[in-house]
């Protein structure tokens, strides 16, 4: 019965992981599908970045309560993870609590740490739902997080509810069995959290209690491996990926733009045409216009999203009732880029099929909205830029659609023609700047 049970445990675990791993492939290949660039300098101010936004979490805390309740959420997780490896471990091996008898009293200790991150995970968990769901608080419920977006949070919320409430559960079983001093079970300190509830086992007779206590293992880590299968699939993918999407942040000054190089080749060629390279060269393209064109750093930022809509809360444009929406333009081009990898897997390349990213997701009018004041950027704590994807799409609408409000195109004539925004030729702005200085 036990090697059955191993058996059983060895098979759904690795095919669990196998799942994960064909599934990070296909994250990894839609990543790639974006254009190359190189974010490998200053590599120091990149760990610094690291630490204090993804593993402290900085901006996250600019709301200390909720930055409180996220962090425990957080530290829980990724602690508790060491549980599971001697869950997943005794799975293998058909032991029983593996790590107690080399751990001595320090183990005891550990599982109560454990229990109490536990009950904090369990407990932020709650006051999160309730906040999504009863509080309904304005950012969490917003038009664009209707039907997939919803679920999704209360989906990660229940199940992590229901993951903390097993592993106590176990543990509160275990300890009664412990008592009865029945089987295997060793002796272990006294349980914090989970010795709340003991006291209804107690009285239950010790086969009971092993079925309740196994039931709670079993549960616990098929949730875990059904939770990890879950991860692509969700938002919740931003617990593995803040952390390389904040080591490749842009460290650019905030307020900086990228110049076009394309354009500024075209510059230079015009004043110096003894540069301009010699024969027919291939066209080039201006902007985004569908995922592809913009980088994988932009798509990363994609699959990163926590849909926080931090950035929407601070959005001037979105504040005064304009279309523009920066969650929802990460949105979109997760949605997209998910679209052209389901593409890929059906044909074995990606087949047109019609869509862009620009138009068909985000449209002309919530580009224009945008003021690139950065506060978007500023904001977000996975260190995410819509402001760039933003750029990179009106960038494409002007320069290879020739689509741009009147107001704007006689700006752009200007500054062709008179090198500044306004009607005034450059010999009047030498006349005026004369003036001045002899006034
Ligand atoms: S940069 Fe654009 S999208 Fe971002 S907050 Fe400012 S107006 Fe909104
Ligand atoms: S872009 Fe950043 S701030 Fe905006 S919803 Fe996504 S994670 Fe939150």
Not at 16 to 26: R, Y
Not at 304 to 325: D, H, M, V, W, Y
Request: proline share 4%; charged share 20%.
């Amino acid at each position: 019965m036990q090697i059955l049970q191993q058996i059983i445990f060895i098979l759904v675990a690795g095919g669990a992981i196998w799942l994960f791993v064909k599934n990070v492939k296909n994250i990894q290949r839609n990543i790639l599908l974006g254009r190359d660039i190189t974010l490998h300098d200053n590599k120091a101010e990149r760990w610094k970045r690291v630490l204090l936004l993804a593993f402290g979490q900085k901006k996250m805390f600019r709301y200390p309560v909720v930055g409180l309740m996220h962090f425990a959420i957080y530290a829980g997780f990724i602690i508790i993870n060491i549980e599971i490896l001697e869950i997943i471990l005794d799975g293998i091996f058909g032991t029983h609590r593996l790590f107690a008898p080399a751990l001595g009293a320090l183990y005891g200790w550990l599982i109560n740490i454990f229990e109490i991150l536990a009950f904090g995970v369990l407990t932020a968990c709650v006051i999160f739902l309730l906040r999504r769901n009863v509080i309904r608080v304005n950012r969490l419920n917003r038009r664009e997080l209707d039907g997939w977006p919803k679920t999704d949070a209360n989906i990660i919320l229940i199940t992590e509810i229901a993951l903390m409430a097993l592993f106590l559960t176990m543990n509160a079983a275990d300890k009664a069995l412990q008592l009865q001093h029945y089987g295997h079970y060793y002796q272990t300190s006294s349980f914090f959290i989970s010795g709340f509830i003991t006291s209804l086992f107690t009285k239950m007779n010790p086969q009971t209690l092993v079925i309740i206590e196994r039931t709670c293992w079993w549960l616990h880590i098929l949730g875990v491996l059904a939770f990890l299968n879950y991860l692509p699939y969700s938002k919740h993918l931003h617990i593995i990926l803040g952390f390389p999407n904040t080591y490749y942040s842009s460290l650019a000054p905030e307020g900086k733009f990228e110049n076009m190089k394309e354009i500024q080749n075209e510059v230079i060629y015009a004043m110096q045409p003894e540069l301009a390279p010699a024969g027919e060269q291939p066209p080039v393209k201006f902007g985004a216009k569908d995922v592809p064109d913009l980088s994988w750093k932009n798509l990363m930022d994609a699959y990163s999203c926590t849909e926080c809509g931090r950035c929407t809360a601070a959005c001037p444009a979105n504040i005064t009732g304009k279309k523009l929406n920066p969650r929802k333009i990460m949105m979109d081009t997760r949605d997209r880029m998910e679209e052209i990898g389901r593409n890929i897997n059906k044909n074995g390349e990606y087949i047109d099929d019609g869509k862009t990213l620009l138009h068909d997701y985000i449209t002309v009018e919530e580009l224009r909205a945008c003021t690139t004041c950065q506060a978007c950027v500023e904001e977000c704590p996975v260190s995410i830029s819509p402001l760039n994807i933003i750029v990179q799409l009106r960038r494409h609408l002007i320069m290879e659609e020739s689509n741009a409000p009147a107001e704007w195109n006689s700006m752009f004539s200007n500054v062709e023609n008179n090198f500044a925004p306004w009607k005034f030729s450059p010999d009047d702005r030498d006349k005026w700047a004369e003036e001045m200085r002899n006034s």
